[in-house]
């Protein structure tokens, strides 16, 4: 059975920093796109960033020069870096994987993490 669990998510400042990190355990054949995503009260779930098995990134436009996405394959693990963080990125993190395992190739999804960011 598959699972991401996601951690390090809290209380911060704005202005301060945070890394979340969002691991895949179980027998897992590959993972091609990871990505994170969040979801504010009353709002939609959207795509914060995603990196290609191959390192190739893209962001909301509302994060470019402030969060950074990295994985590392070895670990089966993704990993956001969020720098000078707004009020307006108070959200739940919701991690996101596509994984190949013995029954095919779906996306997976994490339990979620809360960030929250105080003016």
Known sequence: QVQL???GGGLVQAGGSLR???????IIFS????????QAPGK???LVAAITRGGSTNYADSVKGRF?????????????????????DTAV??????IGTVVGQRPYWGQGTQVTVSS
């Open 31 to 38: 993972i091609n796109a990871m990505g994170w995503y969040r």
């Open 5 to 7: 669990v996601e951690s």
């Open 20 to 26: 979340l990190s969002c691991a895949a355990s179980g």
């Open 44 to 46: 939609q779930r959207e």
């Open 68 to 88: 950074t996405i990295s994985r590392d394959s070895a670990k089966n693990t993704v990993y956001l870096q969020m720098n000078s963080l707004k009020p307006e």
């Open 93 to 98: 993190y919701y991690c996101n994987a596509d």
